[in-house]
């Protein structure tokens, strides 16, 4: 009796098995469909140059590029590593779609506790020297490696990445077909740590020769400038807004364009100020009403959807006015 009542229920457990199996099989979505929702993964490349700023090189290279593909590179902010803004802007996956290369430059912690580029020290930021020329050479490393089209190099940076953007942007301009600066600084506002937090909190002090010559003193040749459009939210409490106004009085009097023959237009989600040279040079400066610190998203679900506290629901997305400005169209 007992033998019988024990292969009954082995064969129970058995069927049931069976059935949980079936059911696994038929609920779980396929591989395919798993693989292709996750996010991107990013490739660490060593070698790409003698590095003297002691940065990581991450990229994301969709599969069957187009002959000569754009490159897009991305700084990221205080804080950030390339992965967490990378999930919550979604820049490799409009690369995906759009056919480009996506190239992370990434800090450490034993160049900075907090992973801020130091945009603020001069010896990172010197002309072939430190952080600058790391970057640098992950841009023609990338470049060479991909055949990317010199004329279709891009470039945006969060916070301290924007920073340290511009101070690329002044330094080797020819490098870049177009610039954006997230909740950023202007070039040469301070000279250490401590200036730098004052900075950021209460606005750069103007200097005496105006803050043109801060971009002039490092390109004066006289040149057509990248379009450049600066990002900033009215209501950060982590860089003054009007460091994003101080930033437009510098790259207007590094282009000789006078402040006054600007345009304004009033959007749903808050100001867009435009500004064009004689010789095609133009600044723009997207002023997002109420929002904080980071870059504007539009997210489907919401502010909740967002694992990266720098990356913020808005009415606007950047990274999709950029494909858009920048002419990346969907492939």
């Given at each position: 009796m007992t033998?019988?009542?024990?292969?009954?229920?082995?064969?129970?457990?058995r069927s049931q098995k069976k059935v949980a199996e079936i059911l696994e099989a038929v609920l779980q979505p396929p591989a395919r469909k798993r693989r292709r929702s996750a996010s991107p993964r990013?490739?660490?490349?060593?070698?790409?140059g003698t590095n003297p700023g002691r940065l990581v090189m991450k990229s994301f290279l969709p599969?069957?590029?187009?002959k000569k593909p754009a490159l897009?590179?991305?700084?990221h902010g205080c804080g950030q590593t390339p992965e967490s803004l990378d999930a919550a802007s979604g820049f490799s996956r409009l690369a995906r779609k759009k056919g480009f290369v996506i190239l992370y430059p990434e800090q450490t912690r034993s160049n900075n506790s907090q992973l801020c580029f130091n945009w603020f020290r001069p010896s990172a930021i010197a002309r072939d020297r430190g952080e600058l020329l790391?970057?640098?050479?992950?841009?023609?490393?990338?470049?060479?490696?991909?055949?990317?089209?010199?004329?279709?190099v891009?470039?945006?940076?969060?916070?301290?990445?924007?920073?340290?953007?511009?101070?690329l942007l002044a330094t080797y301009p020819d490098l870049f077909a177009g610039a954006a600066i997230v909740a950023g600084m202007p070039v040469g506002a301070v000279r250490d740590a401590m200036s730098a937090l004052r900075a950021m909190k209460s606005g750069a002090a103007a200097p005496t020769e105006g803050w043109g010559r801060r971009i002039t003193t490092i390109s004066p040749k006289p040149r057509l400038w990248p379009p450049i459009t600066i990002w900033h939210g009215t209501a950060d409490r982590v860089v003054n807004p009007a460091?994003?106004?101080?930033?437009?009085?510098?790259?207007?009097?590094?282009?000789?364009?006078?402040?006054?023959?600007?345009d304004v237009q009033t959007k749903t989600w808050g100001h867009l100020h435009s500004w064009k040279a004689a010789n095609g040079s133009a600044v723009s400066l997207?002023?997002?009403?109420?929002?904080?610190?980071?870059?504007?998203?539009k997210s489907r679900g919401g502010a909740q959807r967002i694992k990266d506290p720098f990356v913020l629901a808005t009415n606007i997305s950047a990274p999709l006015e950029l494909m858009r400005l920048w002419e990346l169209p969907r492939r």
């Open positions: 033998f019988s009542f024990a292969k009954s229920l082995s064969r129970a457990i990013l490739v660490t490349t060593v070698g790409f599969v069957n590029l187009p897009v590179v991305v700084l790391s970057i640098k050479q992950m841009i023609e490393y990338a470049s060479s490696r991909h055949k990317i089209n010199a004329n279709r891009f470039i945006v940076g969060l916070p301290a990445g924007a920073a340290m953007t511009a101070v460091n994003a106004d101080t930033s437009i009085d510098q790259w207007l009097g590094a282009m000789n364009i006078d402040r006054r023959s600007g997207y002023s997002i009403a109420g929002m904080a610190h980071g870059l504007p998203i």
